[in-house]
């Protein structure tokens, strides 16, 4: 996805949302966090992560990546400015909870 010379950037969610729905006020930004289920660990790891909302409702993650595999992703529900402060006081963005 694009917008004239726009292009979103690896690692760059949030600007890539928040840049993308600036250029195009019909699209919204859904703020929440990647879940990993990660096999050899004895936690659940949350990763801070913003995702576009169409016009239609249905969201997609616009960020490019090399993951080898799609993460499920969790809305937060909260505003823009709650979602940053709850991000802010998490290590790197991220949270992990014992399993």
Not at 60 to 78: H, K, M, Q, W
Not at 82 to 88: G, L, N, R
Request: charged residues 20%; glycine residues 8%.
């Amino acid at each position: 996805m694009q917008g004239g010379n726009w292009q979103p950037q690896p690692k760059m969610c949030h600007h890539n949302v928040t840049d993308y729905c600036q250029l195009d006020r019909r699209f919204s930004p859904v703020r929440g966090w990647l879940f990993f289920d990660l096999p050899n660990e004895n936690y659940y790891k949350f990763v801070a992560h913003s995702v576009l909302k169409f016009p239609d409702g249905s969201i997609r993650d616009i960020t490019p990546s090399n993951a080898g595999a799609e993460y499920p992703f969790l809305a937060c529900g909260v505003s823009n400015k709650d979602f940053a402060a709850i991000a802010t006081v998490c290590e790197n963005g991220e949270l992990n909870l014992p399993k």
